[in-house]
């Protein structure tokens, strides 16, 4: 008997050994499975069940003036998260904290109770919110709340050229302005990081992200001036103010680079905490605002017909008040008849029926390609979002009364911007350069990524054209209409302008709604500044004279002593480009007659007997009409005819 009971325990033990190393083999096996074949597919499925993936970007580049003045940083915030699963009284909790985060109640609770183990509740808050938050949750031993660190966008200046600027949403993305057509240069960094959590899925973010200065955006330098920029604004706020404007933009150009100095609109905004506003006051109004210009397109106009020859700065116009065109009557804005007037007149005091006369002369096919030479009808290409092209119309589709029209600045529309790099053709001696914001960028080593250079277009009109032009309009702020922006001891040109507003649908006008404007620049013996004053539907009192230019005067006084340009002793001459020496008024070109033909001279301005001697010197017949002094010849001067060709000359005054 003991030895069978022998036997069978011997034949146990010997079937439990053999379990036991068949144990220790599979169990030795699976190890092996796992450590060598199926180690990276379990660690990845460990990892997904204690740990969350979070994308987290790095500070975007800092944006300065191109002093060096901070306008747009990054720093550090904190987010708040919450772990639903964690979250024991979601109405009290949600009471609390809409308060301090100004959220709907009902919106936190439905985060609270979303399920899960990780939702945002609000994400960059400012540091007294975060504050107090904290101190809550240790009050009141809240479980299931906690922050994340992340870099947020500030504007130190708050609603300083807000937008030029624009702003960045919380996942990093420019929205509007710079910010969003610099995104992909200035952004930081995008981190996808393991956050590791707890068995209760609570995720631990202490040590989750650390930023490296070398990973963060590119820093851009920009062509506005603070210092600039705050005259425009604290100007652009009074002149709101004073004439009740619901609309406004202001720029500043330096004519001879192209580079903006100050760009500023109003309404306007705080791109700290963009979401409390509108479209409306997002817009950037000096790219993305189509406007009749009226009288500063005048300018572009007189420089066409010096350019071509089709006027002279003595010539003399006859005004009745008003002029016919087409059927249509237009008439000069004060109601007045100025009679004999030099073309010098005409633009001092924005005489309609004269710039008429000259848009006739010039035609729509060449006033428009003049319109086009100095930039209307296109975008500048400026590194900002949202710019309009303004419009022209194709002349061949233009009736009398339309060139007519848009002579005095209707029948076109244009932007602010385009304005002002027109005018500034005029200042810099007649090249249409391209308009930039951006002076350059750099590394975060500080080393130089790229400038932005000057870039010139065309020569749209002659140095002599433009200086004397500038003469002209220099009388326009000193004698003229925009004596209001006469700045004592200064010598500026400039050219006031007042339509009436278009309807938003484009299709007529608005009754009884203007736009007053007034473009300008200086001093004209060597121009540093253009400026455009944009005043859209003003209260009351709507004439850019009136209105607009003495805010220029304002901003064209302090830009001055900005950039230390000391003022000029009393009586000093005014010389137009002094430092090129060059002849203020334009001498008339010499027209050679081909063989048996004689060019037809001016008379105009003259007498009878002076206007008959003038004729008989080159074998003309005149026919007189009338007494006084010579205001019309029924051939124009300059044009080629036979000799003995008569030619009528009415004369008024007497």
């Not at 990054?74 to 708040?80: A, E, G, P």
């Not at 937008?163 to 996942?171: A, E, I, P, R």
């Not at 009074?238 to 500043?252: N, Q």
């Not at 602010?416 to 975060?444: F, Y």
Request: hydrophobic share 40%; aromatic share 8%.
């Amino acid at each position: 008997m003991i030895t069978k009971k022998k036997v069978r325990i011997e034949k146990r033990i010997v079937f439990f050994l053999s379990a036991l190393m068949l144990a220790i083999f599979l169990v030795a096996g699976r190890i092996a499975w796992i450590q060598f074949i199926d180690g990276k597919n379990m660690v990845s499925k460990i990892a997904t069940q204690l740990s969350e993936s979070k994308a987290l970007y790095s500070p975007r580049g800092t944006i300065y003036d191109r002093n060096g003045r901070e306008l747009a940083i990054s720093s550090m915030t904190k987010s708040l998260y919450a772990n639903p699963s964690e979250i024991k009284d979601a109405d009290q909790i949600s009471e609390k904290l809409a308060i301090l985060l100004e959220m709907n109640p009902a919106d936190i609770k439905t985060k609270l109770t979303a399920g899960g183990q990780f939702i945002w509740i609000k994400r960059m808050l400012e540091p007294v919110v975060s504050e107090k938050i904290q101190a809550l949750i240790k009050q009141d031993d809240i479980k299931g709340l906690a922050f994340v660190e992340e870099s947020k966008r500030y504007y130190p200046n708050d609603t300083l050229a807000a937008q030029v600027l624009g702003f960045v949403g919380t996942d990093d993305i420019g929205l509007d302005g710079l910010e969003m057509t610099l995104d992909k240069i200035i952004k930081g960094n995008l981190f996808k990081q393991l956050i590791d959590t707890d068995s209760h899925g609570i995720p631990i973010f202490k040590s989750i992200f650390t930023f490296s200065p070398n990973k963060q955006g590119k820093n851009v330098y920009l062509t506005l001036d603070s210092g600039i920029q705050f005259i425009v604004e604290q100007s652009l706020d009074k002149a709101v103010a004073t004439t009740g404007a619901k609309g406004a933009s202001v720029i500043v150009m330096n004519p001879h680079t192209g580079e903006i100095l100050a760009m500023a609109n109003r309404p306007t905004y705080n791109p700290n905490q963009f979401y409390k506003y509108t479209d409306n006051e997002w817009k950037n109004r000096a790219v993305a605002y189509n406007y009749e210009p009226g009288s500063t397109f005048k300018s572009v106009v007189a420089a066409a017909a010096l350019q071509e020859g089709k006027a002279y700065p003595e010539e003399i116009f006859v005004d009745k008040g008003y002029v016919e065109v087409s059927g249509r009557r237009i008439q000069n804005w004060s109601g007045d008849a100025y009679g004999n007037v030099s073309f010098i007149e005409i633009i001092k005091e924005s005489i309609n029926t004269g710039f008429v006369q000259i848009g006739m002369r010039l035609g729509a096919y060449k006033m428009t390609e003049y319109a086009k030479a100095f930039g209307f009808g296109q975008a500048t290409g400026i590194e900002l979002p949202g710019e309009e092209e303004g419009l022209l119309f194709d002349p061949k589709d233009m009736r009398d009364s339309d060139t007519a029209t848009m002579a005095i600045g209707q029948s076109i529309a244009v932007t602010p911007l385009q304005l002002v790099r027109a005018v500034g053709a005029i200042a810099n001696g007649g090249v249409l350069l391209k308009p930039h914001i951006i002076k350059e960028i750099r590394n975060v080593d500080g080393s130089l990524d790229r400038e932005i250079a000057v870039e010139s277009l065309r020569q749209v009109i002659t140095p002599e054209t433009a200086r004397t032009l500038t003469g002209m309009m220099e009388k326009v702020v000193s004698e003229g209409g925009g004596i209001k922006a006469k700045v004592k001891g200064y010598h500026f040109a400039g050219k006031t302008g007042t339509a009436e507003k278009l309807k938003d649908s484009g299709s007529g006008y608005s009754a009884g709604r203007y736009v007053a404007s007034f473009v300008g620049f200086g001093p004209v013996e060597d121009p540093q500044v253009v400026v455009l004053v944009v005043l859209d539907d003003p209260y009351g009192v709507y004439y850019g004279g009136q209105i607009a230019a003495p805010v220029a005067g304002d901003i064209l006084g302090q830009i001055m002593r900005h950039l230390n340009i000391r003022p000029q002793p009393a009586n000093e001459p005014v010389v137009p480009n002094a430092q090129k020496q060059a002849p203020v008024i334009m001498e008339k070109p010499v027209i050679q007659a081909p063989a048996g033909k004689v060019v037809v001279p001016n008379v105009l301005g003259m007498s009878m007997r002076e206007a008959g001697e003038s004729f008989n010197k080159v074998g003309l017949a005149i026919v007189p009409m009338g007494t006084g002094i010579a205001v019309r010849q029924s051939i124009p001067m300059n044009t080629i005819v036979d000799p003995s060709t008569e030619i009528a000359v009415i004369f008024e005054g007497q």
